[in-house]
């Protein structure tokens, strides 16, 4: 809901612990492009919470949210906005957590307006902002950072990283025994 929140928590970690990463978006229109972010992060087992929720249209409902995340044990925000997107950097402004933005493309400037909003953040306060739409990017950079404390995350991440080089070569053998 644009102007509450719907909030779930997924992932399937074994911590017994709360969400590590919230995912936050501006609109429920955002939900199927901000869905990849959710989707990666149960790929690695991190467990995250998900709520729609627009700084432009309740504020004083993010604020509140904002405010109770590091208590509630999240390390990371990953926040998704199109248009005039204030929400990012308004998580951004309340805590201290890192926040990660995603650009969502759509409207007059298809989100160009976006874009920069989210990453022409002033000085001291920073969103690390990820491609248009790529709610995926968000996702591996956020468990990148989770990464740092976590060997086992890190492992997982060598592996990921692993099947780019292992898909290149299988190409790269394809082509080879194509031309033999
Ligand atoms: N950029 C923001 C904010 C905000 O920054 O607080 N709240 C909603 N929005 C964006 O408005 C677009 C259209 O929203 P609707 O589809 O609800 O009209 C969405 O992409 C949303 O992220």
Known sequence: MSQ?????????????????????????????????????????GVTYEEVSLSAHRAPRTLAEWVGQLRERGISIVIAGAGLAAALPGAVASMTTLPVIGVPISGGALDGMDSMLAIAQMPPGVPVATVGLNNSTNA?????????????????????????????????LADVAAARA
């Open 4 to 44: 509450g929140k719907s909030s779930q928590s997924n992932g399937s970690s074994s911590s017994s612990a709360g969400p590590r990463v919230a995912i936050v978006y501006g609109s429920p229109s955002d939900t199927q492009t901000m869905s990849k972010a959710g989707a990666t992060l149960e790929r690695f």
């Open 139 to 171: 996702a591996i950079l956020a468990i990148q950072i989770l990464a740092l404390g976590d060997p086992d995350l890190g492992l997982k991440l060598a592996t990921f990283k692993d099947e780019f080089e292992q898909a290149a070569a299988d190409s």
